[in-house]
């Protein structure tokens, strides 16, 4: 895979409720570079935030390759139940 293929993700993660906000940027790097100055700033005095962007095939990569960010959020019950509803198209 060249560079050229390199999406760009940016995520925003809340560490005290293990959530990760993810931003596809796809082959946009300028636009990546400037969201994520943008969230450095604006979360800088925050502890509970880590700000990271970062480059993969797809976000299943992504979330492969840094479960760390994914893997508890997924299994908050709620949020389980809820994701479940959307797809069913009861929420």
């Known amino acids: 895979m060249s560079t050229k293929q390199i999406k760009n993700f940016l995520i ?3 560490i005290e409720h ?3 906000h993810v931003e596809p940027f796809e082959l946009d790097h300028d636009a990546a570079l400037t969201a994520y100055a943008e969230a450095e700033a604006r979360f800088r005095d925050d502890t ?3 700000v990271v962007l970062l480059g993969s095939d797809s976000r ?3 979330e492969r390759t840094h479960s760390s ?5 997924d299994k908050h019950v709620d949020r389980v139940v809820a994701r ?3 797809h069913l198209g009861l929420r």
């Open 12 to 14: 925003v993660y809340d």
């Open 18 to 20: 293990s959530l990760a």
């Open 48 to 50: 509970n935030v880590e």
């Open 60 to 62: 299943e990569t992504l």
């Open 69 to 73: 960010y994914f893997e508890l959020a």
């Open 84 to 86: 479940e509803l959307l």
